[in-house]
């Protein structure tokens, strides 16, 4: 069964027939049945998926444009099949919590909601693809449905997010696009299906430019320092729903696509920039929280959060070592979870009160004390609470890149630190102290809502104790990942225990 072209057909269809359901509510009950149709199969594939079977399954190639070696190449591997599971268990439950969301602005509901089942496809297709410049256009698809997304059901400066948003992006496509025509060029292979084009750059002189060409465009949609400035504006202005998928999704086909193309294509140079690399990142982590905290919007503050939490993904993937590469693809899946809890339950907070001020919100605890419990949890799992998922990513990441890069990693601890004070003064700020008058008709989670919220934490909580599942599907992924750049974990600092002794 073609797995990946039926999971992306259903979601296009289920878009077209969304337009033309002529009843709103009717079209958000399709959109939601199509979500958990595509998750069913999505599921059901996923169980299939032998870890350490072929490194890439579920394979499907077709000649599309075959006068420059062109192919329809889809496939996963462990790393993309989380990431494509990530995606799609988020999109259902965006679908629920934006029930009324194209409503409160008196715009179309029917767009909206085909929007997110379009968008749904191209996330699925990026973290697939095979063929290199099928990945670059579904790379850039992915911005018409989100620029809409943000520039049509946004705040009062959605206009000028959306516009920002696309801009960069765009920027750092054409930079990938002229690499990949550079790659296909120089490789000579006529093809541009990624297996081909593994180990034909011998050179490291042009491994180094190319590889700048990706890795740019990559940092700009991660967000990387210094190419972040976009995220704050976009995640701001976005509709609740959109930014968890801008945030909790597209942004990670920037750290997917450093771990999958910029180590496998031009190792040579990956080790190369290596340094510049985790210092950028380590900047990102401790600005990235610093800035957070001296923020005084709630989603600007959750949106700075992201930018350290993209450090300590980016630092992972190039350590170089099994247990961080491992805890990167991890902290991925996570990270979307946990800040998508945070984005959907600051959203309902903001719903009901008009404002994204943290000034005009207090003892919300005392009137809706579901809400502010939930909150409570997502932004816990944000600072890497023991005990919740993302602590698992966290400390495999740190211990990960201390095997081989000890200062940076023990200065990316700070980023621990600092995240305990922006996250606990947020929910101090806004769930405790005296009630403030214009909260204190403020209504509690409603059935829908905690639908919403409950599968979010349930998987911070499970992910958080047992991470195994994951795990063992991550894990072989990433080993043969690293093989490929020729690297091997460094021995342990202290000799390892004989068995018996």
Known sequence: MPWLSTLMGVSVLGALGVTLVRNDKLAKQFTLVVSLIVLALTVAMAVQFSPNGDKFQFAEKYDWI???????????DGIALVLILLSVILVPIVVLASWHDAEAGKRSVRT??????????????VFAATDVFLFYVFFEAMLIPMYFMIGSYGG??????????????????????????????IAGKGSFMFTDLVGTIQDVTTQKWLFLGFFIAFAIKAPLWPFHTWLPDAAAQAPAGAAVLLVGVLDKVGT???????????????????????????????????????QTDM??????????????????VFAMTTSAGAGATLYMVNHGFSTGALFLIAGFLIYRRGSQFIADYGGVQ????????????AGLSSLSLPGLSTFVSEFMVLTGTYQ??????????????LAAIYILWMYQRTMNGPTAESVKSLPDLNAREKWVVAPLVALLLVFGFYPKPLLDVINPAVKDTLSSVSVTDPKPAVPVAQEGQ
């Open 112 to 125: 909206y909601f085909s929007l997110l089942l379009v968008l749904e496809a191209m996330m699925i297709g």
């Open 256 to 294: 997917y696509g450093m771990l999958r193309f910029c180590l496998e294509l031009f190792p040579d140079a990956a080790k190369f920039f290596t340094p510049l690399v985790i210092t950028l990142s380590v900047i990102g982590i401790v600005y990235g929280a610093i800035v957070a905290i001296g």
């Open 404 to 417: 081989r890069y000890v200062v940076p990693a023990v200065i990316a601890t700070v980023g621990v630190i």
């Open 66 to 76: 075959p006068a420059f070696g062109v192919h329809y190449g889809v496939a996963v």
């Open 156 to 185: 009062a400066q959605r206009s000028y997010a959306a516009v920002k948003f696309l801009l960069y992006s765009l920027f750092g496509g054409l930079l990938m696009l002229v690499a990949v025509i550079a790659l296909y060029s």
């Open 299 to 316: 989603k600007r503050l959750i949106a700075y959060t992201s930018v350290s939490h993209f450090g300590f993904i980016a630092m992972g």
């Open 366 to 377: 005392k009137v809706a004390p579901i809400l502010a419990g939930t909150f409570l949890v």
